[in-house]
């Protein structure tokens, strides 16, 4: 999920590339549609859906959802957050999605996780 602007210079990419992805990485928490996406980007829905892949190599909700959970796990770091809190914070609809997808992406339940970062289990 690493993504480098220099390197989007370099590679001749389509500029709504750049632009989606910042979008997604500033309004991560909010429900951010298809429709609003391409029309902010100036490109078709079908050819944002379609092209996504190829540039991030994940579907657009994927993507999505990776960045909440980079930010999600940024936030049990901090130890200072409930659970709850920071599955709203993210932009989740409600600690068992939230749960569910910190899940599929990391492979932990998120307590567990923040367990493991506080060394409560090794």
């Keep these: 999920m690493t993504w480098n602007s220099e390197e989007a210079a370099k590679t001749k990419l389509p500029a709504w590339v750049e632009k989606i992805r910042l979008i997604i990485q500033e309004r991560y928490n909010k429900k951010l ?3 609003e996406l391409s029309k902010e980007a100036g490109i078709h829905p ?25 930010k999600a796990t940024q936030m049990l770091k901090e130890n200072k ?25 990391t492979g932990y339940n998120p307590s567990v996780y923040r367990k493991m970062l506080s060394g409560a289990i090794l």
Excluded: E, M
Aim: contains cysteine; proline residues 4%; charged residues 15%.
């Design 33 to 35: 549609s298809l429709n």
């Design 81 to 105: 957050y409930t659970l709850y809190q920071v599955a709203h914070f993210c932009g989740f609809s409600d600690p068992s999605h939230f749960n569910r997808c910190f899940r599929k992406i």
């Design 46 to 70: 079908v050819h944002l859906s379609r092209q996504f892949p190829k540039y991030f190599n994940v579907s657009l909700h994927y993507y999505v959802s990776q960045v909440k959970i980079q």
